[in-house]
Nanobody, 116 residues
Framework: QVQLVESGGGLVQAGGSLRLSCAAS????????LNWYRQVPGKERELVAT???????HYEDSVKGRFTISRDNAKNTLFLQMNEVKLEDTAVYYC??????????WGQGTQVTVSS
């Protein structure tokens, strides 16, 4: 099993910055890909950013150039640096890990609210 715990969410003004963290524990060696998703009420969970085991990154179009996903392997921690945030970035953000076997693990989510 892999356990994921997010932190760093909160209230931020539009145009500001926020850094989310996700601490991983358990069978870390099983993890292939790490992702950040977000979800707003009434909508499906949306993939925001991905980082592979060899640190290749991919971003959803609306966050390209503003968000940066990174990982600290020594500390088993995933990050999402959110810059120039917009009102539409308001959501619950979830950390996700996918194992080599295809199993998916989720954190409990952290709320990000962007105010005008």
């Amino acid at each position: 099993q892999v356990q994921l715990v997010e932190s760093g969410g909160g209230l931020v003004q539009a145009g500001g910055s926020l850094r989310l963290s996700c601490a991983a524990s358990g069978f870390i060696f099983r993890i292939n890909t790490l992702n950040w998703y977000r979800q707003v009420p009434g909508k499906e969970r949306e993939l925001v950013a991905t980082i592979t085991r060899d640190s290749n990154t991919h971003y959803e179009d609306s966050v390209k150039g503003r968000f940066t996903i990174s990982r600290d392997n020594a500390k088993n921690t995933l990050f999402l640096q959110m810059n120039e945030v917009k009102l539409e970035d308001t959501a619950v953000y979830y950390c996700n890990a996918v194992s080599f076997g295809g199993s998916a693990y989720w954190g409990q989510g952290t709320q990000v609210t962007v105010s005008s």
